[in-house]
C-alpha cells in the first residue's frame, strides 16, 4: 500500500474503495494482519489492520525501510498496442528497472500512439501496480519518444555514455543475452513484427550490440521479463 506525504514517526491510514476491495478479496485480510506499506519514491516499513470493515480499514504504520535496489537496466520498448503496454508498464516497475523508454518504430502502428494508457496519470497507475507487487517504492522514470531517427540520433548517445546498450534480436549467432548488471544496462525491445533492418543498423551504428534469447520468438512482453528475468540478483 502506498501512502502520501512525508510520515517520519508513527502513523495511520484509511484505505477505501478499489484498495479496500483488493485488502479484503485478494488478501483476504482480517484486523491484527500485517501490511507492507510504502511512501511514493520513499521509505516502506510494516503496517498493522487495526480494524476493518466493509467500508474501509485503518492500518497504522511506521515507514523506517530502504525500499531494494534499483536494477541497473534502462528498458527501451517499442511502443507496444495498449494491453501489452499495461502489462509492461507493471513489469517494469516490478522488475525494478531505473527508466523506461517507448520508442516508435516503423512496425508500430500509428493508433497506439494515441491510447489514453499514454496519459501520465494512467501510466503511473500501472507503475505503482507493479512497485506494490514488489514492495518497492521508487517510480521509474518513464520517456516517450515518438520519432526513432531524432531519437537515435541525438538522445540515445547520451544514455549510451554510462550503460552497455545491447539490442534483443533473434538473430543466428547473436550472442547470448547477459545473465548480470555488473555494467549498467541499456536493452532494447523491438516491436510486435520486429525492426526492421534500417533500425537494426542505426542502432547498432549507434554501439548496441546484439543479443539473443535463443531461437524461440517470444512475444514482446515475454521478452521483456525474459530479458529481465534472467537479471534479477537473488540475494
Ligand atoms: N518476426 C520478428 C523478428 O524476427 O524480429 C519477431 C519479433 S518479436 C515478436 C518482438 C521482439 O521481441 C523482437 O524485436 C526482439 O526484440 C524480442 N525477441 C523475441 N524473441 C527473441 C529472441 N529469441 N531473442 C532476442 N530477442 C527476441
Do not use: C
Request: glycine content about 8%; cysteine-free.
Amino acid at each position: 500500500l502506498f501512502t502520501d506525504g512525508d510520515r517520519s514517526g508513527p502513523a495511520e491510514i484509511t484505505v477505501s474503495d478499489q484498495r479496500l476491495q483488493h485488502l479484503r478479496q485478494v488478501h483476504r485480510a482480517a484486523v491484527g494482519d500485517s501490511v507492507r506499506v510504502g511512501e511514493i519514491d520513499g521509505l516502506m516499513g510494516e503496517g498493522r489492520i487495526v480494524s476493518l470493515d466493509s467500508q474501509r480499514a485503518t492500518i497504522t504504520f511506521q515507514l523506517d525501510s530502504p525500499p531494494p535496489a534499483k536494477l541497473p537496466v534502462t528498458l527501451l520498448v517499442a511502443l507496444p498496442r495498449p494491453k501489452m503496454l499495461r502489462r509492461i508498464l507493471r513489469s517494469a516497475a516490478e522488475f525494478g528497472v531505473e527508466q523506461l523508454v517507448l520508442f516508435n518504430s516503423y512496425r508500430v502502428e500509428k493508433s497506439f500512439w494515441q491510447t489514453p494508457v499514454l496519459a501520465e496519470d494512467t501510466m503511473r497507475d500501472y507503475l505503482l501496480q507493479g512497485l506494490e507487487q514488489a514492495r518497492d517504492t521508487i517510480v521509474p522514470a518513464v520517456t516517450l519518444e515518438r520519432r526513432f531517427k531524432p531519437f537515435v540520433e541525438d538522445r540515445l548517445p547520451a544514455l549510451l555514455a554510462e550503460r552497455r546498450g545491447l539490442l534483443a534480436h533473434p538473430l543466428p549467432g547473436a550472442s547470448a543475452a547477459p545473465t548480470d548488471t555488473d555494467t549498467p544496462l541499456l536493452l532494447a525491445i523491438g516491436p510486435e513484427g520486429g525492426f526492421i533492418p534500417y533500425e537494426v543498423d542505426m542502432l547498432q551504428a549507434a554501439g548496441l550490440e546484439t543479443v539473443s534469447l535463443g531461437p524461440r520468438i517470444l512475444r514482446v512482453e515475454n521478452a521483456v521479463t525474459a530479458l529481465l528475468g534472467r537479471l534479477l540478483p537473488v540475494d
